[in-house]
Structures are given as C-alpha cells and as structure tokens.
C-alpha cells in the first residue's frame, strides 16, 4: 500500500512539475511581448499586461470548482489529462498569435485548462493521511518551485532568441506532459467514494460561500487570501519593475525567477516537511506571513538588482504559509468533497491573482514614472507587506482562539 502511494504521489508531482515548466517558460517574455505593442509606453503596457494576467485568472476562477466538481463525479486522472491536451493545443496558438486579441483569447483557453490544479489538488489529499496533508501540499510547492528554477530560466534564453519561442516549447512540454499521464498515472478516487456533479455547486460563487460555513474555515481562508494576494501583487510587477528600474533583459528576469523557484522548492518541499511536525501548522502560517511582510518591505526599499536576488530566498520562506492553511482547512472536510473543496480554494486563488496583478501594475502605473505626483517605485511591494500584514493578525486571532496542531 505504501509502495502504490509512494507511486501516486510521484506521478501526480511529476505532471505539475511538467505543467509548470510550460508556464515558467514564459514568464520572462510575456511582458515584453505585451509591451513591443506599445513602443515605450510603460503605463500602457502595465495596464494592458496586467489585464492580460487578470484574463487567465478569472477563467480559473470560474472553472476550477467545475473541474473540482467533475473530478468528485468521474476521477480526477480524465480531468487532468483532458486539461493537459487544452493547454498543449493553448500555447500552440499563442506562438503564431499575431495581435493581442488572439494572444488574450489564448488565455482564455489556458485559464480554462489551468483549473485543473483541483483536480491535482484533490488526488493529493485523495492518497495522503490527514496528518501528513500539509507536508503532500508542501510537496506540490516544491515541484512548483522545481519548475520555475528550470522554466524561467529556460525562458529567458529561449526569449533572446525569439519571443515566441517559449510558447512553442511549451506546447511541446504540455503534450509531452499528457502522453506521460496517459501511459502512468493511476486513477486515486475509487467509484464507490465518488458523487453525483452539482452545477450549483459548481458555480463558484456558491462554492466560495461553501467556505464560510464554519468560523475556523472562514478565518483561515482569510489569511489564505492575503497570502495568496500579495503573492500575485508581487508577481504580477516583477519582470515589468526589474525591466523598468533596473534595466533586467528576460535573461536576468528568468533568472530571478529561477532563484525564486530554488527558494519554493526548498521551503515547501524541505523546510515544510521539517518544521511542520515540529511547530505545527499554526505556527507556520504566522511565521510565513510575517516572513512575507518582511521581505515585501526589502523589495519595495531595494536600490540595486543585487539587492532584489538577495532577498527572493528570504522571502520563499512566505511559502510556508499556503500548505500551512490547506492542511489545517482540509481536515474540516470529508473524503467526498475535497475536488470541491480545492475547487473552491482554487477559486480564491484566481481571484486574487485577477486584482493582484490589476492592483500591482496599476500602482507601477501611477507611482514608478519620474513624472509622477508621488514618485514612489516599490509602492506595489509596500502595498503587499500591508496585506501580508492583514493576513497575519487574522493567524494570529485564529491561534489565540486555539491551541496550536502539530502535525
């Protein structure tokens, strides 16, 4: 039985290790593809790359918890592979995409086909005992992380050649991706665990209210929130500020990328599975929120490109928050629900990354050019301390309230 989990487990990492290396690939490029349609128009080109990310956002908000739901009904392996087969056909598209309509409808489809991270999501919890839940979502980050050390990277020499090059490799990955699922990854949910598909469950909105049923959920989904937010606040600014103050080319942004990957793969994948036992998953969460708010401020006060890599592996220490919080709201859920659940999860992800990076830019936007009323350039990074900042006195509240877990 161990020896068949340990074989789950491995093959559900290796297909987001996969899927996130198509996305990495991209990363470095994407701003400056979005930006070569504007001339030198940094506004412009904030506000159109922002809405761009938003785009991809908000169709994982609105089908995650469909595709959470149909995994609860028919097994989470079709709806993974299903969705690999999109984006693989996705990102063919946006490598011959010749105007930005087609390169926004391209991100219509990968947002689609991106939801299925609750399916993924869903099949961890499905092979992992209650108790070690915080240490498989910490795994998930980790091959995360693996991905974004070789896909920025990979990016950002794949972009000096040609900027649409990424994209054609990762067509190549993704369908690489889904023929290794097809061939090797087993079914986790058995019939018999299964449960009829509910459109009304599957509409999102009623999925997120799902969330508030109980004080403890609630609470916990809140400093989720202001985690996941300021991520996206950070993210959704990095390439364009680095570019802008700093004058990084998409080598120099895959490459920080790249460092930020090392740093999430050795915090969720290591560090996780250390400390968690150790401290319990309460305490985790207030330490990587606070570890977050901290290195928001460093980024936002930093002079040189130096400074900024110097801080990215401090600041990975934030991701121990994010397997922290699932672990703890997963248990308040039974077996038969965790497609939704995770849908629902995936949901307020989307979300905030649809006003992170709205929210991010449009500080650059207002606040980075020398012309500016109130020249402040890390105005994004010092907005998402304050938010990190939030979600730690909602972790606090909740430990107060109760005795911390260890795992």
């Known amino acids: 039985m161990s020896r068949d989990r340990n074989a789950s487990v491995a093959f559900i990492l290796i297909t987001l290790l996969l899927d996130t290396l198509g996305v990495g690939v991209m990363l470095p490029v994407l701003p400056k593809l979005v930006s070569s349609f504007f001339g030198s128009d940094l506004g412009a080109a904030s506000r159109y790359y922002g809405a761009f990310v938003a785009v991809y956002s908000a169709m994982q908000f609105v089908f995650a918890p469909v595709l959470g739901g149909l995994s609860d009904r028919f097994g989470r392996r079709v709806v993974i592979l299903s969705s690999l087969l999109g984006a693989a056909l996705n990102y063919a598209l946006l490598a011959v995409a010749p105007g930005l309509g087609w390169l926004y409808f391209g991100r219509v489809v990968a947002g689609i086909t991106g939801a299925s991270f609750s399916a993924a999501s869903a099949y961890m919890v499905d092979v992992t005992p209650p108790g070690r839940r915080a240490q498989g979502f910490g795994l998930i980050g980790a091959a995360f992380g693996l991905g974004f050390i070789i896909g920025p990277a990979l990016g950002g020499l794949l972009g000096n050649v040609h900027l649409r090059l990424p994209f054609a490799v990762a067509a190549g990955l993704n369908l690489l991706n889904f023929a290794y699922g097809a061939l090797v990854l087993p079914e986790s949910l058995p019939r018999e665990r299964r449960r009829p598909f509910s459109l009304r469950r599957a509409n999102p909105l009623a999925s997120l209210a799902s969330l508030g049923r109980s004080p403890v959920v609630l609470g916990l989904t809140g400093a989720l929130v202001c985690s996941y937010l300021a991520q996206q606040v950070v993210q959704g600014v990095w390439a364009l500020f680095t570019e802008q103050r700093f004058g990084w080319r998409p080598f120099d942004i895959g490459v920080s990328l790249a460092v930020a990957g090392v740093g999430m793969a050795l915090v969720q994948g290591g560090l996780v599975r250390l400390l968690m036992p150790r401290l319990g998953e309460r305490r985790c969460l207030v330490l990587g929120l ?49 497609g939704e659940l995770q849908g629902a999860l995936a949901s307020l992800a989307s979300l905030t990354a649809i006003a992170g990076p709205l929210l991010g830019t449009g500080l650059l936007a207002r606040f980075s050019p020398a012309t500016a009323d109130f020249h402040v350039p890390g105005a994004p990074f010092f907005v998402g301390a304050c938010i990190n900042a939030v979600g730690l006195l909602l972790a606090l509240r909740l430990s107060a309230r109760r005795p911390p877990a260890v795992a």
């Open 290 to 338: 606070a570890a977050a708010a901290v290195s928001c401020v460093g980024f936002g006060l930093a002079e040189s490109g130096l400074a900024m890599v110097a801080l990215i592996l401090p600041s990975a220490l934030g991701g121990m928050a994010v397997p922290a919080t699932q672990a703890l709201i997963s248990r308040e859920v039974g077996p038969s629900g965790q």
